[in-house]
């Protein structure tokens, strides 16, 4: 079956230390990767995307950076965190397009 | 660029009717997703409209009109778990698949 794990479910960071988030997905293969924010009371901002491994397109530029070092492994990453990066993060993937995306159970980052 | 337009709030009565809106101004889109998403968690999949018309999907109908750049989705025999935010969501259909998400229609269901 088709899965995806995201970790950690909660973080509290403070300002100025690093971040990893990781997302693996299962049951496919070279599936296109999507990395959302959403900060709270507000919608989906697309951060990065990969349709494959060691390619990385970023939609936004900010303090985060992302990595596909693996084929169903996305890693979305910064080296100092600020307040501003507070937020749901979802790490999606797209099988078929009429399915839309399955989304990871999302990490809740408090920059404190 | 895309631009998605949704009501903020909606409130609704348990066993009810409701329709969400959505209106969107874009170049070109191949689909168009509704979400629903209960606090805290992460977006699930409702519909997606390729052609004009209604798809139906148990309680659950979506409606799109590419010509006025509009679709709703329409609720039926509303349940109190019904109460969340609902989605619309734009498929831009180049090779990323990337999907392009309206902020949201928070709906409360009263008993």
């Known amino acids: 079956s088709q899965t995806i794990h995201q970790w950690p479910a909660t973080l509290v960071q403070p300002v100025g230390s690093p971040l990893s988030l990781e997302c693996t997905v299962e049951?496919?293969?070279?599936?296109?990767l999507y990395w959302y924010r959403q900060a709270a009371g507000r919608g989906l901002q697309l951060l990065f995307y990969s349709v494959g491994i060691g390619q990385i397109s970023s939609e936004v530029p900010q303090n985060l950076s992302a990595s596909r070092p693996q084929d169903r492994q996305f890693i979305l990453s910064s080296k100092k965190l600020l307040l501003s990066d507070s937020g749901f993060y979802l790490c999606a993937w797209m099988v078929y397009e009429t399915d839309g995306y399955t989304f990871g159970s999302g990490t809740r980052l408090t920059v404190v | 660029g895309q631009n998605i337009d949704q009501p903020t709030e909606m409130t609704a009565t348990e066993g009810a009717i409701v329709q969400i809106n959505c209106t969107y101004q874009t170049s070109g889109f191949n689909g168009l997703f509704w979400y629903q998403q209960h606090a805290g968690e992460a977006p699930t999949f409702l519909s997606y409209n390729v052609l004009d018309g209604l798809e139906e999907k148990g309680r659950f109908s979506s409606f799109l009109s590419r010509s006025k750049g509009y679709s709703y989705l329409l609720l039926k025999e509303l349940q109190m778990k019904d109460s969340a935010s609902y989605l619309c969501?734009?498929?831009?259909?180049?090779?990323?698949?990337?999907?392009?998400f309206g902020s949201g229609t928070r709906l409360l269901v009263r008993p």
């Open positions: 049951g496919t293969s070279n599936p296109n």
């Open positions: 969501v734009l498929d831009r259909g180049d090779s990323s698949y990337k999907l392009i």
